[in-house]
């Protein structure tokens, strides 16, 4: 069991920047590839990026490549989401998530966290 805890959202103006921080319990943390995934009202849930198990392979989504960068610290059981140049069109409640291989699929994911909002004001 791998639980999950997001944090770092909030409001912000375009062209600003947040880190999101996704907390995770549970002694497997490390064996799981880890996803951050966004849904706005109104709108499926939509594929941000991801992060390999190692840390050795990370995938974005087209839209995100350049702006946002995801990261893992597995001495902190923690995976990051830097978040650059941010648009009103990011505004969204992010999750993340822990699955069994890297992918922007949600349905390959085991784990979710609750999310935490990001609002960016234009």
């Known amino acids: 069991q791998v639980q999950l805890v997001e944090s770092g959202g909030g409001l912000v103006q375009a062209g600003g920047s947040l880190r999101l921080s996704c907390a995770a319990s549970g002694r497997t943390f490390s064996s799981y590839a880890m996803g951050w995934f966004r849904q706005a009202p109104g709108k499926e849930r939509e594929f941000v990026a991801a992060i390999s198990w190692s840390a050795g392979s990370t995938y974005y989504a087209s839209s995100m490549k350049g702006r946002f960068t995801i990261s893992r610290d597995h001495a902190r059981n923690t995976v990051y989401l830097q978040m650059n140049s941010l648009k009103p069109d990011d505004t969204a409640v992010y999750h993340c998530?822990?699955?069994?291989?890297?992918?922007?699929?949600?349905?390959?994911?085991?784990?979710w966290g609750q999310g935490t909002q990001v609002t960016v004001s234009s």
């Open positions: 998530a822990a699955g069994g291989v890297i992918g922007g699929d949600p349905y390959e994911y085991d784990y």
